[in-house]
């Protein structure tokens, strides 16, 4: 082991040298303070021993600067001194002494000082490697958490139905890398949209992990069946649109809670006929819809209620309906929105939500989310949001 010494009585430096390497360390002595101090700036030494009673830098100031040092690793240190007063002891450690050995040295003290010194700096070396470990998994974890994160991002709409005379908007922001949200709006046929927004339970990987397999579910695919719509007809060649109570239904069978973990979602899922500018949605343990109406500008929550999906088996969900006029906007949101927190603690609720909703009703829709967004922000703080946002509005421009 690479051991530096300062000793300005030479007698003692070459004793303690000699005896050093006797035992098979590799010894640096200096003549003083000074210069030990020099020679552990430029070079690695674990052990450090040290009389306490030199010209220029002391024993103490050697071992307080040795702490101060940016040097990779513990280094340990031992004071040589001839007090034994409570106070110099005291004095020793708390500039950062490890141990003292009485001068003139016993060998048989020193060998046992310097063993307890080795035990105690593999334990800081076996420290340090299972801390570079770890680091090194987390920096892997960081990295599969951002792919992950981008894979869950490009699931959101990415292309926003052309539909004549409708507007869409949302706004997606995650507390995490990961979110339990996720929300979507996209065509059911030519005369039929879909839109939803949905919440895990919890945050982390595994609510992501079941955010993003819903996603997934309640995206149809061309030319097959579907949750959302199924074969209907003799000739196998039709479908029926599958009302929103039933998609409640099906996926509380399909999705029970996890007793293991209590994980379960809320979801708001709606169709609007294109046609008749009807609204039919299901509204599972999920905030109810907001409307706009584009005549009053006033806003308020739809009606609608229902339990999370997955907590009771054989729940019966309802369809409810709602009729839309020209310039009415309607919002799907996350309770991200209203249990934001500001940094006293209160949050920013429901009749907050709605004048910010009104606010902002004579701005494009775009930026009337980009505007509600910001009030959120403001009102969080520099704390930021402690749930996920989600916010998907659509507006009937014209008939």
Same mark, same amino acid.
């Given at each position: 082991?690479?051991?530096?010494?300062?000793?300005?009585?030479?007698?003692?430096?070459?004793?303690? =040298?000699?005896?050093?390497?006797?035992? @098979?360390?590799?010894?640096?002595?200096?003549?003083? @303070?000074?210069?030990?101090?020099?020679?552990?700036?430029?070079?690695?030494?674990?052990?450090?021993?040290?009389?306490?009673?030199?010209?220029?830098?002391?024993?103490?100031?050697?071992?307080?600067?040795? =702490?101060?040092?940016?040097?990779?690793?513990?280094?340990?240190?031992?004071?040589?001194?001839?007090? #034994?007063?409570?106070?110099?002891?005291?004095?020793?450690?708390?500039?950062?002494?490890?141990?003292?050995?009485?001068?003139?040295?016993?060998?048989?003290?020193?060998?046992?000082?310097?063993?307890?010194?080795?035990?105690?700096?593999?334990?800081?070396?076996?420290?340090?490697?299972?801390?570079?470990?770890?680091?090194?998994?987390?920096?892997?974890?960081?990295?599969?958490?951002?792919?992950?994160?981008?894979?869950?991002? #490009?699931?959101?709409?990415?292309?926003?139905?052309?539909?004549?005379?409708?507007?869409?908007?949302?706004?997606?922001?995650?507390?995490?890398?990961?979110?339990?949200?996720?929300?979507?709006?996209?065509?059911?046929?030519?005369?039929?949209?879909?839109?939803?927004?949905?919440?895990?339970?919890?945050?982390?990987?595994?609510?992501?992990?079941?955010?993003?397999?819903?996603?997934?579910?309640?995206?149809?695919?061309?030319?097959?069946?579907?949750?959302?719509?199924?074969?209907?007809?003799?000739?196998?060649?039709?479908?029926?649109?599958?009302?929103? #109570?039933?998609?409640? #239904?099906?996926?509380?069978?399909?999705?029970?809670?996890?007793?293991?973990? @209590?994980?379960?979602?809320?979801?708001?899922?709606?169709?609007?006929?294109?046609?008749? =500018?009807?609204?039919?949605?299901?509204?599972? @343990?999920?905030?109810?819809?907001?409307?706009?109406?584009?005549?009053?500008?006033?806003?308020?929550?739809?009606?609608?209620?229902?339990?999370?999906?997955?907590?009771?088996?054989?729940?019966?969900?309802?369809?409810?309906?709602?009729?839309?006029?020209?310039?009415?906007?309607?919002?799907?949101?996350?309770?991200?929105?209203?249990?934001?927190?500001?940094?006293?603690?209160?949050?920013?609720?429901?009749?907050?939500?709605?004048?910010?909703?009104?606010?902002?009703?004579?701005?494009?829709?775009?930026?009337?989310?980009?505007?509600?967004?910001?009030?959120?922000?403001?009102?969080?703080?520099?704390?930021?949001?402690?749930?996920?946002?989600?916010?998907?509005?659509?507006?009937?421009?014209?008939?």
């Amino acid at each position: 082991m690479r051991v530096l010494i300062a000793d300005d009585d030479l007698v003692s430096r070459t004793v303690l =040298r000699k005896t050093l390497e006797k035992w @098979g360390h590799d010894v640096l002595a200096a003549p003083d @303070g000074d210069q030990a101090w020099a020679a552990f700036q430029h070079e690695a030494f674990p052990v450090v021993i040290s009389d306490w009673m030199m010209p220029g830098i002391d024993g103490p100031e050697l071992v307080r600067r040795i =702490r101060q040092h940016n040097q990779n690793g513990y280094v340990y240190t031992i004071l040589l001194t001839a007090r #034994s007063q409570k106070e110099d002891i005291v004095a020793g450690m708390e500039a950062g002494a490890d141990d003292f050995v009485t001068k003139p040295f016993d060998a048989g003290e020193l060998h046992a000082r310097l063993r307890a010194g080795e035990r105690i700096l593999s334990l800081e070396h076996s420290l340090a490697s299972r801390n570079r470990q770890l680091e090194a998994a987390n920096d892997r974890m960081q990295r599969d958490l951002q792919a992950a994160a981008q894979i869950q991002k #490009s699931l959101l709409p990415q292309r926003l139905p052309a539909v004549p005379g409708l507007d869409f908007a949302w706004a997606f922001r995650p507390c995490d890398e990961l979110a339990g949200d996720i929300l979507n709006i996209f065509r059911l046929d030519e005369t039929h949209l879909a839109l939803y927004v949905l919440d895990v339970s919890n945050h982390g990987v595994p609510a992501a992990l079941l955010a993003v397999t819903l996603s997934r579910l309640l995206t149809p695919l061309m030319n097959q069946s579907h949750l959302l719509k199924e074969p209907h007809g003799t000739n196998g060649k039709g479908y029926r649109i599958v009302p929103p #109570s039933e998609v409640g #239904s099906q996926l509380n069978q399909q999705f029970p809670m996890d007793l293991a973990n @209590g994980q379960y979602f809320t979801l708001l899922y709606g169709v609007l006929d294109l046609t008749t =500018r009807e609204f039919t949605y299901v509204q599972a @343990g999920h905030p109810g819809p907001v409307l706009c109406e584009g005549a009053t500008g006033r806003a308020a929550v739809l009606e609608g209620s229902g339990l999370p999906i997955g907590f009771i088996e054989d729940t019966n969900y309802l369809d409810w309906h709602r009729s839309l006029a020209v310039k009415d906007r309607l919002y799907l949101y996350s309770d991200g929105v209203p249990e934001a927190f500001s940094p006293s603690g209160e949050q920013f609720g429901d009749e907050r939500f709605l004048e910010a909703i009104e606010a902002s009703a004579s701005a494009p829709l775009k930026e009337s989310l980009a505007l509600i967004e910001k009030r959120l922000g403001d009102w969080c703080g520099a704390a930021g949001f402690k749930d996920d946002v989600s916010l998907l509005a659509l507006e009937i421009q014209q008939s």
